[in-house]
DNA sequence: ATCATTTCTTAATCTAGGTTAAGTATTTTC
DNA sequence: GAAAATACTTAACCTAGATTAAGAAATGAT
């Protein structure tokens, strides 16, 4: 129950006194999520947003045909949250699984709502890192509009290299937006090329 | 010169008082873009971001190929800018372009840093837009992984239908991500499907 | 009004990536 | 540590959408 990386975090856009860390810390609660469990799941009104303190979350959805589509992997250190339901207070569309035993500080919207009141501070924090994200969806947006599946990973093997060799290569074809079968095609061949 | 309609647009989030409205308008800048002329250019640094005050622009990528892919499409009251460029101060890739002669407000990287000192309820009300437009992002990713065009074609016709039959077809296949050719198929079937 | 430019359509042909299927690692579980 | 489940590979075949090309329609400029 060690929230320090979040403070870490933190404090790479805002600095927090020890009274504000207390307050944040009494608004967050704690999670062991098992590999394979879900912090959330399709269908569900989201009540909170994860900050992963280790370990490893993806958030994917499934289509009408049951393909899975991943929208995110968020490593130690990442924010990750539904965060369509999270603002409209509809059911998400969108599945939260720990990949790996994962420790995560959880923040509830109400808190959320609570602590941008108490500590503005906040609103800009959150704004920096929103704004961040965003350019990281138009990136891969024009990516995937623009690269064929090939270049999509090599660019996926630059972006994420820790996770390249830990996590299935399935999920690495989900992430890029091909199957299974053709991104191990690609893979033979680009082995062959060498 | 009338920013009426971007203080309606800050009052759907937040209220301002009127001294604090004269501030800001003291910050913006006014600007007509006439038709295909250009806001943002790829390998500008982006020093601006722009609210449309009435008339259409839209940003887009131009790939390796000569290929435009069109990122987004800014109508009336929407906020458009090169976020990438914009945050990281590197030459950007977007090019943001007016569709028809435009007139938008600007505010500077500058004077938006200012204002979020002064006015720090700004920082709220641009968290809050900016979280709805990832969103937007991901919900579009996300149909880009799992739709097929003919879906995406038309989920777009639901999603604007102002635009449907006021900007050229080429750059609605632009945005879902379709040769013009296709696009153009796609809706002679769906015309005799009737 | 006329010519030039841009946009849209149609159709034949091509290809990146999907599908199906079967076999081979590799993990997981008990 | 064996059986079961999951992940990965290979290969034949298939298809959504791309490419090329040429003509028709619409729009814009003078």
Known sequence: ?????????????????????????????????????????????????????????????????????????????????????????????????????????LISKTNQDLMYEKVPKLERFFRIIIEKSLVAYQQRLNDNLSLTATERYMKFCKTYPQLINNIPQKQIAAYIGVTPEFLSKLRAKQVKAK
């Not at 810390?25 to 879900?38: C, H, Q």
């Not at 968020?74 to 994962?102: F, H």
Request: proline letters at 3%; one cysteine or more; aromatic letters at 12%.
């Open 1 to 105: 129950m060690d929230f320090t990386p979040l403070f870490h975090n933190f404090a790479k856009h805002i600095t927090l006194t020890k009274t504000e860390e207390k307050y944040i810390t009494s608004l967050l609660d704690f999670k062991i999520i098992k590999a394979k469990e879900f912090l959330v799941q399709q269908g569900e009104i989201s009540k909170q947003s994860a900050f992963v303190l280790n370990g490893c979350l993806r958030g994917y959805t499934i289509d009408s045909e049951g393909t899975e589509h991943v929208l995110s992997f968020a490593p130690k250190d990442w924010w990750i949250a539904d965060m369509y339901s999270l603002l409209s207070q509809k059911p998400g569309n969108l599945n939260i699984e720990a990949m790996v035993d994962t420790e995560v500080a």
